[in-house]
Structures are given as C-alpha cells and as structure tokens.
C-alpha cells in the first residue's frame, strides 16, 4: 500500500469511528479522546489527519454526501427507460440514506445539534440536495422530451418529488421510520410514474 493510500485508509477509518461516536453522543459531547479510543490511535495521530473534531465531522459529511450523489448517478445509468430511471433514483436516493442512518444510529438529537453548532451544515446539505435534484430533473425532462411525462410545471413537480424523498428519509418521521424500506419506495414509485404520466396514461 502505497502511502497515499494508507493515509486515505486511516482517514476513512477515523471518519466511520467518529461518525458512530457523533450520531450516538453528539457533536458537543463527543471528544477527540474518544474518536481516539475507538479509531485505536493516539490523539495525535488524529491530529495529524485533522485539526479539530469539527473539521472530521465536515470531512464526514462531505465524504457521505458525494457518496450518496455518486451510487445515485451511478444506479440512474444502469436504467434501461426514463421510468426505471425515477424507480432507480427513488431507490437508491432512500435505500442508501436510510441504511446509513440506521448502521450509523442517526438520531433527531444529533441531526439538529450539528446544525446548531455548525450553520455550515446547512450550506452543505443545500449543495448535495441541488445536485441530486439535478439528477432527478434530467429524468423527468427526459420523460417530458419522449411524451412520456405529461407535467405543466417542472420546477413544482420537482419540489413534489423531493419533498416526499426528504420526508421518507428524516430519522424522526414516524411514517418513514416504521415502514418498509423497498415496499415503500416501490409504492411510491408507481405513485408518481402514474402522476408523472398524466390521467390519460394511469386509465390506461
């Protein structure tokens, strides 16, 4: 291993162990000491990859919204029409977050700290929720170029669809939290293709 590529493993290896530690406990309550103990290192090894908790959880979250963006992209490509390529987006957009949430053990408490200590989260998330949008709405003009979509306002369909994405994946919502991951993604998949198709299509 080349020492690139050990410096990037231990860095990943610092950000998954602080990423448990900072969904369990918070982001005030958790300490460099204690991304130490987990991660096996000494203090200052942490400190030679990173010069403040803070800085790890930014390193962190940044690392899981590119990766969320990513399997995104990357599943949307594998589709073979515009409707498999909204059922892929729904899937791997939920699917991904919410296993991630639960391996992590997100909580409502740890979501809401971060933002009220680091404002800077919410650029963050803004940026990463535009570039997934822009995934979504090339499928949806796709849709709309092959006459498959009927939609009269593409900005407000894209909101719709968003928003119930969000819905489902905020850790203290009751609805998503307590059903099926793929049953419910897979309902809402022809909910909105069906939508998406206009009324002449879903009476079909």
Not at 132 to 139: K, M, P, Q
Request: aromatic content about 6%.
């Amino acid at each position: 291993m080349s020492r690139a590529q050990e410096k990037e493993s231990k860095e990943a290896h610092i950000l998954e162990c602080a990423a448990r530690l900072f969904a369990r406990f918070g982001l005030r309550k958790t300490t460099i000491d204690d991304i130490a103990r987990d991660a096996g290192l000494g203090k200052g090894t942490i400190y030679l990859y990173f010069e403040s908790k803070e800085a790890i959880f930014t390193a962190f979250i940044k690392n899981e919204m590119a990766q969320t963006v990513k399997k995104l992209k990357r599943e949307v490509e594998r589709a073979v029409s515009v409707e498999d390529k909204l059922k892929r987006y729904l899937h791997s957009n939920v699917r991904y977050v919410a296993e991630r949430m639960k391996q992590l053990g997100v909580t409502r408490d740890s979501i809401l700290e971060s933002h009220l200590l680091m404002p800077e989260m919410d650029k963050l998330r803004d940026d990463c929720r535009a570039e997934v949008r822009e995934v979504l709405r090339g499928i949806v003009e796709e849709g709309m170029r092959l006459g498959i979509f009927r939609v009269r306002d593409l900005d407000i369909a894209l909101l719709a669809i968003s928003s119930t994405v969000e819905g489902l994946l905020s850790p203290w919502c009751g609805l998503g939290r307590n059903l099926p991951v793929e049953a419910t993604v897979d309902a809402l998949s022809q909910f909105l293709i069906e939508g998406l198709r206009g009324s002449e299509h879903a009476q079909a």
